[in-house]
């Protein structure tokens, strides 16, 4: 296993076009994180999911945000009708309950530049 | 609404310096985690520290968890080029044990050869 995978690394899309991007966890782990950095900030928590459900969803997480985990394995994260200030950089992690549900792995993240 | 605020937000110095970095909260923390993230890269865990007053040493980085569980402090001995980027701190809040970390704004280092 060769930890937290996310893709695509980069994505410039055009203000109202939507993107996906994927985030494949380490294999063992069932908890999922999405967290959101913004340049000259600390990670913000979006959501996270145990096995395949939603457990708690970011009041920051506006409605134009879906994320899923269908088969409690790989997880996608939607943005509808992207803006300007979505731009960022989208980071998963992953954990697993036995080791501590706050030792987060986190993968290299996802950077959106939303023109 | 829990907060976590690092100072300095930049520091940079010469190679063989010493460093501290200060992260500190009105809240209180059940355990309180260091990550350091270069470039383009997700945040890398450093240690977690969980008990109040706990200290944990990594090489040259001693990490301090305030009595309180408040506050926490990174120090750097002799810090090297190597040691140049970002440092978070993040808390988990009260009882919390879902992976749901609260972050602090992160100090960036730049360690001059």
């Known amino acids: 296993d060769t930890g937290v995978s996310q893709d695509p690394r980069h994505k410039i899309t055009k203000r109202g076009q939507n993107v996906t991007f994927r985030c494949d966890p380490i294999s063992e782990h069932n908890r999922l994180y999405w967290y959101r950095q913004t340049l000259g900030q600390g990670p913000e928590f979006l959501t996270y999911f145990q096995n395949e459900a939603q457990l708690e969803k970011s009041r920051l997480l506006s409605d134009r945000f879906s994320a899923e985990r269908p088969k409690g394995s790989f997880s996608t994260l939607e943005i509808q009708r992207t803006e300007q200030g979505d731009s960022a950089m989208y980071l998963c992690a992953s954990s697993q309950n036995s080791l501590g549900a706050n030792v987060l792995t986190f993968g290299a993240g996802s950077r959106l530049t939303v023109l | 609404t829990q907060l976590l605020e690092q100072s300095p937000q930049f520091l940079s110095i010469q190679e063989g310096e010493n460093l501290t970095v200060y992260c500190n909260s009105s809240s209180v923390f059940s355990s309180l985690q260091w990550y350091r993230q270069e470039p383009g890269e997700g945040p890398v865990l450093l240690v977690t520290?969980?008990?109040?007053?706990e200290v944990k040493k990594l090489k040259r980085l001693t990490f301090q968890f305030g009595d309180a569980r408040k506050d926490s402090s990174l120090h750097i001995t002799a810090a090297q080029p190597g040691d140049t980027g970002l440092y978070l701190c993040a808390g988990a809040s009260g009882s919390s044990n879902t992976g749901k970390l609260i972050f602090g704004q992160g100090t960036t280092l730049q360690v001059k050869p």
């Open positions: 520290v969980v008990t109040g007053g």
